[in-house]
């Protein structure tokens, strides 16, 4: 079975610029997370979606925001985009509601935004 | 609040010799802890995972980890180091699910050099 994938793998856009980021789970997962990896320290929670529902948001500003498909796949789009941006963007999947508790994220490669 | 603390940024090892990654972690309620491995350019890969029973923990590649309650810790061990090993080591936290929410919290991670 595929793992997680996301796309594109690398993408380089400017302030100011509007990103979207897709992924798409392991096959009958149906809850997705992002995470916001800075060089040099660990992924921090951005959003988790469970059965398209927003489950639970991290400490981020309004201009991140996400959704989830019919399919479970997950866009995660970022606005206005500053050089602070500049990260690696990790989706998991799992197939529990709450993976943290009783169930594991499977993580994917990661999109690298580099924001000029 | 939740949160894990790695105290070493960086180890170097030879090959051969045994590892040992510190991780401490605070959290209210009986955590559920993970280990994961990251290398150059990937995503994370789940390394073991602790959620309760036996306080010491087999996980892939000849890694284990023991939890200590009364430490606060969930430290990585591997008796014989291999050169493939080399990367860097995240451990996390997990939501008991009393906030409904499935995030992870990560480390900010050891970076792991293996000498020849």
């Known amino acids: 079975d595929a793992g997680v994938t996301q796309s594109p793998t690398h993408l380089i856009k400017t302030r100011g610029q509007h990103v979207t980021l897709r992924c798409s789970p392991i096959?009958?997962?149906?809850?997705v997370s992002w995470y916001q990896q800075v060089l040099g320290q660990g992924p921090q929670f951005i959003f988790q979606y469970y059965e398209k529902e927003e489950r639970g948001r991290g400490n981020f500003p309004d201009r991140f925001s996400a959704r989830q498909f019919p399919n479970y796949s997950s866009e995660l789009n970022v606005n206005a985009l500053l050089l602070g941006d500049s990260a690696l963007y990790l989706c998991?999947?799992?197939?529990?509601?709450?993976?943290?508790?009783?169930?594991?994220?499977?993580f994917g490669p990661g999109t690298r935004l580099t924001v000029l | 609040a939740q949160s894990v603390t790695q105290p070493d940024i960086h180890i170097t090892v030879s090959e051969g010799a045994s590892l040992e990654l510190r991780c401490n972690y605070s959290?209210?309620?009986?955590?559920?802890l993970f280990w994961y491995v990251q290398s150059p350019g990937q995503g994370l890969q789940l390394l073991l995972k602790?959620?309760?029973?036996?306080?010491l923990v087999q996980g892939i590649k000849g890694f284990e980890a023991e939890f200590k309650m009364s430490q606060s810790s969930f430290n990585l061990r591997k008796p014989s180091v291999h050169w493939s090993d080399a990367a860097e080591y995240f451990c996390a936290v997990g939501s008991d699910g009393s906030s409904n929410t499935g995030k992870l919290i990560f480390g900010q991670g050891t970076t792991l050099q293996v000498k020849p």
């Open positions: 998991a999947s799992s197939l529990a509601a709450i993976p943290g508790a009783t169930d594991t994220q499977y």
């Open positions: 096959s009958g997962h149906k809850s």
């Open positions: 602790y959620f309760s029973g036996d306080t």
């Open positions: 959290y209210g309620a009986t955590p559920y």
